[in-house]
């Protein structure tokens, strides 16, 4: 919902999108879980063109102290883009969309992860978004919810996040960036599949009724695609044997 | 895989059955749900998963191995390899008697000095408290110490402690191993030393496998 003016045909009269795609499809994703040494947990994700890091630490001593909360432990997110991640030289310090970003993946991932286990005590995960196509906050909560599997912290439910959106008055499942830049909406959702609840949900663009609960259909649909994958990513790691 | 055991991640529904939410489980509703990446087992009405991963989290009456970072004038602190600190307090290793202005700590632990411990209290509100009196605890003089995931601890102790027993006698060395994943293996020989840090780390990377006890033995015989 950039509300930039292209000559892009974003859907053609066969239902096909810029990228080939039909509107209810994603693009292609794989996870990996447990690709860092050094951190408790960590995944790789490629969502399409948007290729993420993810990495956990925890649960671990807070500092500074004065965070650190008697009842119960904390989380604390960062979301951050490397300097090569977009076509133009990012800034590498924190804006106000990482910032924001942060706190919606933070809010995203408390209601499923057990923090209440571990009083004054924090959870640390950083995302670095190394390259970037549209819909990096659900490809780094996706990454980031497998990382916290990998690193054990105990969960209710993993959560997984899928893009929907409208272009060209049409309800699409998994916004890519000309989508976003000159569609007319885009809806990130993330989803507790076990539980059937939603953690996030940000709507940038205008839609009716019925196209909005179309687009919550469709993404939950996603989100279960994205689930199907991340248990794969675990799997993979952790039952080797299973999988061959 | 069978019915009773099953491999899960986190939200995973182990079972539905009338069953007791045990370790690393929730219940909600009906339904038993898995916290963790593991294994699932049901025995004895409960549902527990084994986690295959995850940070030691203390309990009350684990033998855990630590590490001396710091005293205060009544008490150590030890890294027990958790997100907390544990507390041995003075009087544990002084005796009734101790008196903090007459007692030095520095004296009987130094920093980095490795305690078998048991862990005496632990709770939410609190640092779990240590103590060493008891038989087999204490200040441990000698030995390399070898990091393992906590969550292999039960299949290196193996059932009744098989395993365990198995690695020190094939190898002739004095192995004692901490619930918080820490391992402190000593030998007169030092080729039995290399030999029982190899069968620790073999188990740690095969911990997942059947008849591990049988594989381990092999390969040290072979090694003979």
Request: charge should be negative; proline fraction near 4%.
């Amino acid at each position: 919902m950039g509300g930039r003016d292209t000559d892009m045909v974003l859907l053609d009269e066969n239902g096909i999108r810029c990228d080939g795609r039909k509107v209810d499809e994603p693009r292609r994703i794989t996870i990996k879980a447990g690709v860092l040494k050094n951190a408790n947990g960590s995944a790789y994700i490629e969502f399409g063109d948007n290729k993420i890091l993810a990495g956990v630490y925890g649960p671990r001593d807070v500092h500074p102290k004065h965070m650190s909360n008697a009842d119960t432990g904390i989380l604390r997110c960062r979301y951050h883009m490397v300097p090569f991640s977009v076509s133009e030289r990012k800034n590498p310090a924190p804006s106000r969309r990482e910032i924001e970003i942060s706190k919606v993946i933070r809010e995203a991932l408390e209601p499923a992860v057990m923090l209440e286990r571990f009083p004054r005590t924090a959870v640390d995960v950083y995302m670095e978004i190394l390259q970037a196509d549209g819909g990096t906050r659900c490809a780094a909560l996706d990454a980031a919810a497998v990382a916290l599997a990998d690193a054990g912290i105990p969960m209710r439910d993993m959560v997984s996040a899928c893009a929907a959106g409208k272009v060209a008055d049409t309800v699409i499942l998994d916004v890519n960036n000309e989508e976003d830049q000159a569609g007319q909406a885009d809806m990130p959702i993330a989803y507790m599949p076990n539980l059937n609840q939603i953690t996030l949900l940000q709507l940038d663009g205008i839609m009716s009724l019925e196209e909005y609960n179309k687009c919550i259909e469709i993404g939950i649909k996603g989100c279960k695609i994205v689930y199907e994958l991340q248990k794969k990513a675990l799997a993979e790691k952790y039952f080797p044997e299973e999988q061959s | 895989m069978s019915e009773k055991r099953k491999h899960v991640i986190p939200g995973d529904v182990v079972t539905t059955g009338p069953y007791r939410a045990d370790q690393n489980t929730v219940l909600d509703g009906r339904l038993i749900i898995s916290t963790t990446v593991g294994v699932s087992e049901i025995a004895d009405g409960a549902v527990r998963v084994i986690p295959l991963t995850g940070m030691y989290m203390p309990r009350i009456d684990d033998m855990v191995v630590g590490k001396v970072t710091t005293h205060t004038s009544l008490a150590w602190e030890l890294d027990i390899n958790s997100c907390y600190v544990g507390f041995l307090p003075a009087t544990d290793v002084f005796g009734r008697d101790f008196s903090a202005r007459s007692d030095e700590l520095n004296t009987r632990l130094k920093r980095g000095d490795l305690v078998a411990a048991r862990i005496a209290n632990s709770d939410r509100s609190r640092d779990p408290l240590l103590t060493i009196v008891d038989r087999d605890l204490g200040k441990i003089d000698s030995g390399e110490l070898i990091e393992i995931s906590s969550s292999k601890i039960p299949r290196l102790i193996g059932k009744r402690g098989t395993m365990i027993q198995m690695i020190e006698s094939q190898t002739d060395s004095m192995i004692t191993v901490g619930q918080n994943g820490w391992v402190v293996a000593s030998s007169e020989d030092s080729n039995g030393l290399i030999k029982a840090k190899k069968a620790i780390r073999m188990v740690e990377r095969m911990a997942h496998m059947h008849n591990l006890t049988d594989k381990v033995r092999k390969m040290l015989e072979a090694e003979k």
